[in-house]
Structures are given as C-alpha cells and as structure tokens.
C-alpha cells in the first residue's frame, strides 16, 4: 500500500524557473525524505526531514513539512535540465523498522 | 564514494522460467532491501533483511519469489516460475551507516521483461 501520494503527477516547466511539488500522506511518521530517480535508473538521496522539523535547505533545494495537514513540500529552484526526473516522497512510519513507504512520484521536466 | 551493485542490468525471459538477481550492498550496511517498481510507479517493498535474517517479507509472493542473504552480505532474488506480471524494475537498497540508518542507498536496478 502506498502511504504518500505526490501531487501533481506530472509538472513541466522552463529552464530557470522554480518547481513545487506536494507529498500527503496518512499516518504519523518519524521523518519524511525525499529522493530522485532518473530515467530507468535507482533512486538517490535528496533530502531528510524530521517530524520535529518544519523547514530544511540543501543547495537549491527547499523541503517544508506541516505534520498537522500531514503533508510536505519540494521546491526546487533555478531549475536546470539536469533536475529533469521523477521525485518521490517517502516516509519512516513511526511504528516501523526503518521501512520506507513511497508515493507514486512526481515526474518532473524542465524544457531548455 | 561506495555504491550498491546489482547485476544483471536488465532480464529478458520466457513466462515459467527461473531468473535470478544479484545485490551487493554498501560495504558494512547490515539493513538490504529488495524492493519492485512498476513504471510509473513507487517502489514496493518486497523483502528487508538486517544482517542474513529477513525481518519483513510479507509483501513477498512466496510462491514463486524467494530471497535470501546467506551471509549477511551480498543477497539473491529469484523468481520461478516468472510469469508475465513480473515484468518490472527490481531494485536493491541498503542503510545502516552510523547515525543515519534512515536513508537508503540504491544500486540501478534490474530490469525485468517477461515474454
């Protein structure tokens, strides 16, 4: 079962400008992270917020996460072609042992 | 900087035959994950091991699909017989450096196509 759900399921912007995408999900969690899958490739790492955390920066990177509506977002800024993947959240249950339960993804895609 | 391997790359093969995946996790991971993503799709978790002891398979349809990790290092996925549904990516992740057992690593992925 899928726990968070991206929205919106497909975003395509320009070059330069900035991406937004939202994650909700269901239960209380221990932290949500967001990671990054290029085209038939594995998943990478982007960036961990806890639930005790409200906001986080990494580079361009921008993750907010409202515990109360049960939902987070991604904004990446200054989008570059290279940032052209799909995005998923995925979160840490509070009852569980370091699994991860993941969204559908957001596919992302920045025109030149 | 270290990386999960996993071979092959990609898996073309006939409905009921036997296929097989390999992983090899970040050297001193204790966590590994196999996980299935079908396109345009998340990954579901089929099977998680800490060291050799599986801790969670529930999602592993054991009638065909087994795994293991004799060692508590490198891990096997198989499939017999493959059938037509299976068709997917199958992805192997691993945690446990120090302090940030939360994140997961991924190797690229297997790509399975069932004729």
């Known amino acids: 079962s899928q726990q968070g759900e991206e929205d919106p399921q497909a975003l395509s912007i320009q070059e330069g400008e900035n991406a937004t995408m939202n994650c909700s999900y269901k239960t209380s969690i221990n932290n949500l992270q967001w990671y990054r899958q290029n085209s038939g490739r594995g998943l990478v790492h982007l960036i961990l917020i806890r639930s005790n955390e409200r906001e986080k920066h990494s580079g361009r990177l921008r993750v907010t996460l409202d515990t109360s509506k049960k939902s987070s977002s991604l904004l990446i800024t200054a989008s570059r072609a290279a940032d052209t993947a799909s995005y998923f959240c995925?979160?840490?249950?509070?009852?569980?042992?370091?699994?991860?339960?993941w969204g559908a993804g957001t596919k992302l895609i920045i025109k030149p | 900087e270290a990386e999960v391997a996993q071979s092959p790359r990609y898996k073309i093969t006939e409905k009921s035959q036997a296929v097989a995946f390999w992983c090899d996790p970040i050297s001193g991971h204790a966590t590994l994950y196999w996980y299935r993503q079908i396109l345009g799709q998340g990954p579901e978790l089929l099977v998680q091991f800490q060291d050799e002891s599986v801790v969670d398979d529930s999602q592993l349809p054991k009638d065909r699909f087994s795994a293991e990790r004799l060692k508590g290092v490198d891990s096997t996925l198989k499939i017999q017989p493959a059938e037509l549904g299976d068709s997917a990516m199958y992805l192997c992740a691993s945690s446990g450096e120090w302090g940030r057992r939360e994140t997961q690593y991924f190797g690229p992925g297997t790509r399975l196509l069932v004729l």
């Open positions: 995925a979160t840490d249950r509070m009852d569980s042992n370091y699994q991860l339960i």
